[in-house]
C-alpha cells in the first residue's frame, strides 16, 4: 500500500493530537488494558490504511471515536462469540466424554519410546485414519514425505516391539526365586 507524500507526517500529527482522548474513549469501554490497547491500536492502524479519508481538525477526533466504536463492537462479538463456544463445547464434552484408552502394555510402552515426530505420524494413520497426502497436508510435507515417514515410523515402532516382546519373553523364562 502507497500513500501520497506527507501522509506519514499527517498520521504522526493526528496520532499525537488525538491519542489521548482516543485512549479514554477505549478505557472507558473495556474491561481490561489489554483490550484498550488493542482498541487503540485497531483504531490507529484504521486511521493509517485509511489516511486519505481521516477528516482535518477537529473532526479527526470524531472520525476516530467512530473507528473506535466499531473496533470495540468487533471485540465484543468476539468475546461473546468466543464465550458462547465455549458454553457449547463443554456441554458437548460433559455429555459424551472421549474414550480414553488404556495407555499401559507393551505396545504403548513401544509407542512411546518413540520420537515425538514418529508418534504423531502414526497416530494421524491410525487414530485419525487420514491417508498419506492428508499427513503431508497436516504435517506441512509432500505426499510422499508423509509416505516415507511413516513407512519409517512403522518400522521403527515394529523393532521396539520385537525389543519388548524380547524383554517379557526372556523375564517370563527367567526362574522366580530360585538362586543361581
Same mark, same amino acid.
Given at each position: ?74 471485540? +465484543?462479538?468476539? #468475546?461473546?462469540?468466543?464465550? &458462547? $463456544?465455549? =458454553? ?6 460433559? %455429555?459424551?466424554?472421549? @474414550? ?51 513407512? +519409517?515410523?512403522? #518400522?521403527?515402532?515394529?523393532? &521396539? $516391539?520385537? =525389543? ?6 526372556? %523375564?517370563?523364562?527367567? @526362574? ?5
Amino acid at each position: 500500500m502507497t500513500h501520497p507524500p506527507g501522509a506519514r507526517d499527517r498520521f504522526e500529527a493526528i496520532y499525537h493530537a488525538h491519542y489521548p482522548a482516543v485512549h479514554q474513549y477505549a478505557a472507558r469501554r473495556t474491561d481490561s488494558p489489554d483490550d484498550t490497547a488493542d482498541a487503540i491500536a485497531e483504531t490507529f492502524l484504521t486511521a493509517w490504511r485509511r489516511i486519505a479519508d481521516v477528516p482535518d481538525g477537529d473532526a479527526a477526533r470524531l472520525w476516530l471515536y467512530g473507528v473506535a466504536r466499531r473496533v470495540l463492537a468487533n471485540q +465484543r462479538r468476539g #468475546k461473546s462469540r468466543g464465550a &458462547a $463456544l465455549a =458454553v457449547r463445547l463443554k456441554a458437548e464434552l460433559s %455429555t459424551a466424554p472421549p @474414550p480414553v484408552p488404556d495407555r499401559t502394555g507393551p505396545v504403548w510402552e513401544a509407542f512411546d519410546a518413540l520420537s515425538a515426530r514418529d508418534r504423531e505420524v502414526l497416530a494421524l494413520a491410525f487414530w485419525e485414519h487420514l491417508t498419506g497426502p492428508e499427513i503431508g497436508q497436516v504435517l506441512g510435507c509432500t505426499a510422499t514425505a508423509a509416505r516415507i515417514r511413516l513407512h +519409517r515410523a512403522r #518400522k521403527r515402532l515394529a523393532q &521396539a $516391539l520385537e =525389543v519388548t516382546d524380547h524383554d517379557q519373553a526372556k %523375564t517370563s523364562a527367567e @526362574p522366580r526365586g530360585e538362586s543361581l
